[in-house]
């Protein structure tokens, strides 16, 4: 991984707004165990050129990609928090026990080609996506479509749907850690890295998995 220097303009607007969390949603069942297999983290472009057809049944919005062709060679993901938009609303499936996040080595985000989006990189075909630390700083914007900034705390994006996109594959040594629900599917995820004799951290943040109470209405 690259040197994270205290001078890089994106590294000091991260410590200033107290960002800690570069955060990668996947599936417990449907991906982790084929990221571990693969050791790599694919992008959507990675996965149609390994699996083919089959590559459908490991996108979470497979559609996405017909409107957003831009996104097929990057990794989507968040700051502080994850994409509750996604994983909750949108999610068919237990979110609470089937999904799981990767904490990404900050470092990608300071990398050139990483890119900024203050709502869903997919908004208006990536119109809003840019790069640098004015990118980064506009996802922390007073205001962002419907949403502002108070109640959100200094860390969190102002949209609950702002992105991340980091060009190219991520290797498992990109991975810091995996934060998961609960002590039982620390255990899952524990067993099935074991099986491929990966050895990556595992925390449990039973917060990093329930709705946001400034997202709530009243």
Known sequence: MMRFFSHNPIAQELRRRGVSLLLHSTHLYKNFPRIIADGTLHTARGLKDTY???????????????????????????????????????SKSDWSSDWIHLALDLSYLSREETLFCP????????KQLKGGVEGLRAMFAEKVE?????????????????????RGAIPLSGIRK???????????????????????????????????????KA
Not at 55 to 83: C, K, M, Q
Not at 119 to 126: H, I, L, N, R
Not at 146 to 160: C, E, F, G
């Open 52 to 90: 083919g057809q089959e590559a459908s049944r490991y996108l979470h919005d497979p559609y996405r990609y017909e409107r957003f062709t831009v996104g097929l060679d990057y990794i989507n993901a968040s700051l502080t928090l994850p994409n509750v938009e996604l994983l909750y609303r949108r």
């Open 119 to 126: 709502v869903s990189a997919a908004a208006e075909m990536g």
């Open 146 to 166: 419907l949403h502002s900034r108070d109640p959100v705390p200094h860390n969190v994006p102002t949209h609950p749907q702002a992105e991340v996109l980091i």
């Open 178 to 216: 995996i934060i998961v629900p609960t002590a039982n599917v620390a255990g899952e995820v524990k067993r099935l890295c074991e099986a491929r004799s990966v050895t990556i951290k595992i925390e449990t943040l039973p917060q990093l998995f329930i709705w946001p109470k400034w997202l709530m």
